[in-house]
Every structure is written in C-alpha cells, then in structure tokens.
C-alpha cells in the first residue's frame, strides 16, 4: 500500500507489465506507419511517462508534438474541457496518433478529435495506456489500441497523479476501497 496526500492506494499494474505492453503497442505502430512518418502527440501532462517509453521504442521515422488540456479536477471529471497549452505544430495533411494515459469518460479524446479535425489532419489514431470502459460517456470515441481496460475506479502512477501528486511512480496504484 502507499500513501498519496490523504489518500490510500493498493498495487494494481506492475511497471514490468507496464513495460510489455508498451513493447507490444510499439511494434504494432512500427508496422502500422512504416509507409509515412505520423507525428506523435502528447497530452499533457499525464501522458509525459507513457509517451516517453513508448516514443523510445519506435523505430521509424516519427516527429513529436504536444498539448495540454485538462478535465479532471482532484478524483472527479469536471465535466469541462479546456486547452491550456496550445498546440504549435502545423499538423495540416498529417497522420497524427495521440497518447493519453488514460480514457474515462472520454470528454478530453472527444474535444481533442474536433481540435485536430479542425487543422485539416490527414488522420488519427487514438492511443491510450488506460481505459475504463464503464465509465466511457462519449460512444464515439473509439480507441486504435489500449494498454489496459480497468475497472470505474480512481488511479494513480506512471504519469497519473491525484491532486498533482504521484505522477512519479512507476507503477499504477488504484485508490483502496
Ligand atoms: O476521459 P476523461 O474523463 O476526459 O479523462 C481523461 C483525461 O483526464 C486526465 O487529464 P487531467 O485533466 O487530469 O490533466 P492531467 O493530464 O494534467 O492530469 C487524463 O490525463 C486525460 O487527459
Ligand atoms: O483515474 C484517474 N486517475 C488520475 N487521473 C485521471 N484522469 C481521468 N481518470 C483518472
């Protein structure tokens, strides 16, 4: 068990699992994109660890972008979504695959698609380590590939934090029941 502010947490991805997965992600956009060099794009801030591991292990041609947008406010969505860094990069005519760390109700991927529809990309695929299926409020949203789908319940690590903090750990902890 660990500690994060008020807060317990119990062990629930290993980073060894972590890092299987991301190795089994990596070699499928290797083949997937062999053909035109996408641009990757990072959401910030909670993709910074996924993103970073899995960018390592890419083997093709691929350029770096990023974003910042938030929606979660200490353990609940607020339901809003709002860019707080915009995006830089002239991505007209490209083929984009966004990083999230994770997907909950899917409000952040959904307002992310209409941006990047917006500057006249050539595609996207969606990416993301963590998935909660019953808690997915936007059915369109549909993801290429997922690390993990997890249960409705609060996370923490790899990127992931609780009120800022915890995005440090290597690992993903689950907040104790
Ligand atoms: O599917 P949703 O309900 O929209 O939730 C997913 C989003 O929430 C988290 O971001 P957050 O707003 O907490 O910002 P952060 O990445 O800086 O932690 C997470 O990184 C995703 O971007
Ligand atoms: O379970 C979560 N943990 C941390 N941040 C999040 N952002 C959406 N869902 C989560």
Redesign the pocket.
């Known amino acids: 068990m660990i500690q994060v502010l008020d807060r317990n947490f119990v062990p629930l991805i290993s980073a060894s699992e972590i890092q299987l997965r991301v190795d089994e992600i990596a070699d499928k956009i290797n083949l997937e994109y062999i053909s035109e060099p996408p641009v990757l794009l990072g959401v910030l801030n ?1 993709a910074f660890m996924f993103f970073s591991d899995l960018v390592k292990r890419l083997q093709i041609p691929v350029q770096v972008a990023f974003i910042r947008i938030s929606s ?1 406010e200490g353990l609940n ?1 607020s339901g809003n979504v709002a860019t707080e860094i915009e995006l830089r990069d002239d991505l007209t005519g490209r083929r984009v695959i966004v990083i999230e760390d ?1 997907v ?1 109700t899917g409000r952040s991927m959904e307002y992310l698609v209409k941006v990047l529809e917006s500057k006249g990309v050539k595609d996207i695929a969606l990416v993301a380590l963590l998935h ?1 299926p019953d808690a997915l409020q936007v059915p369109t949203v549909k993801l290429d590939h997922i690390g993990f789908s997890i249960k409705n ?4 690590g790899y990127g ?3 009120a800022g903090f915890g995005r440090n750990l290597p690992e993903i902890y689950v907040l104790e029941e």
């Open positions: 909670g979660y969505s994770i909950d909660k319940k609060f996370v923490v992931l934090d609780y």
